[in-house]
């Protein structure tokens, strides 16, 4: 769709922060698993909170990679019916799912979001690390309103 340059622009632009995003978490990840296993294994003196850490790290890793997924197109679905349709009924059936899809999301998004407040107002922290527990549970918010700007994007500027 050349009227839609700005969009696949902007697809592009966010799939690559994302994986970029993404790398470093990876790459941080690795690193202070390493890190953790030298100090436990070599020095008898194991980096404090590296598990939880690196398990935050991942589920912040799941969200982002969604946006990613989801620009792509790439999350798992029935398209045995879709297949058998002639292009325009696909396209109105696709642009359907779509609709559907974003009235999840968001619903999700604002639910997590009210979520959030509440971890953030009562002032939970993690057990070993002492992070704000809402540092963690911003991954749900931002991972599906990244979902949410993914989908609009395929909407309006649909990628191969």
Do not use: K
Request: some cysteine.
């Amino acid at each position: 769709m050349a009227g839609n340059g700005w969009a696949v622009r902007l697809a592009t632009l966010l799939e690559a922060a994302l994986l970029v995003l993404l790398g470093a978490v990876m790459a941080g990840s690795v690193a202070l698993n390493f890190a953790n296993v030298v100090g436990r294994y070599l020095l008898s003196a194991p980096v404090p909170a590296a598990d939880e850490i690196m398990t935050f790290a991942m589920v912040w890793g799941v969200f982002l990679g969604a946006g990613v997924v989801t620009l792509r197109g790439a999350h798992l679905r029935m398209d045995l019916v879709l297949g058998q349709l002639p292009p325009r009924a696909r396209r109105l059936l696709e642009g359907l799912a779509t609709l559907c899809l974003l009235l999840v999301l968001g619903f999700v998004t604002l639910q997590s979001l009210d979520y959030l407040g509440t971890v953030g107002a009562v002032g939970l922290t993690s057990m070993a690390a002492g992070l704000p527990m809402s540092w963690v549970h911003a991954a749900v918010p931002v991972g599906f309103a990244l979902m949410i700007l993914s989908a609009l994007l395929r909407l309006v500027a649909p990628r191969p």
